[in-house]
């Protein structure tokens, strides 16, 4: 069974960090393109932050400069830090494996960020 575990959610003051962990099954990391999305309250889920199996990556223009996304391949677990943080990446956040090729889509169950002014 496909499973992503995340973890590293909580509650921090406006310029804090923070780091998410997404645990992901073996039998998807290694192939899959992870992403990091986010869901504020009335707002649609969006792209956070995405990272190839080749360590190419991609980031929404918002989190550019704070936010970095990182995997570790021995792990099976995608990581993003997140620096500086403002009110408005207050969220919940979404891990995703993603494969074109395998028509593979998963999600996590989502943790919540809060970033206090």
């Known amino acids: 069974q496909v499973q992503l575990v995340e973890s590293g959610g909580g509650l921090v003051q406006a310029g804090g960090s923070l780091r998410l962990s997404c645990a992901a099954s073996a039998s998807i990391f290694s192939i899959s393109t992870m992403g990091w999305y986010r869901q504020a309250p009335g707002k649609q889920r969006e792209l956070v932050a995405t990272?190839?199996?080749?360590?190419?990556?991609n980031y929404a223009d918002s989190v550019k400069g704070r936010f970095t996304i990182s995997r570790d391949n021995a792990k099976n677990t995608v990581y993003l830090q997140m620096n500086s943080l403002k009110p408005e990446d207050t969220a919940v956040y979404y891990c995703n494996a993603k494969s074109v090729t395998f028509r593979l889509n998963y999600w996590g169950q989502g943790t919540q960020v809060t970033v206090s002014s």
């Open positions: 990272i190839t199996s080749g360590d190419s990556t």
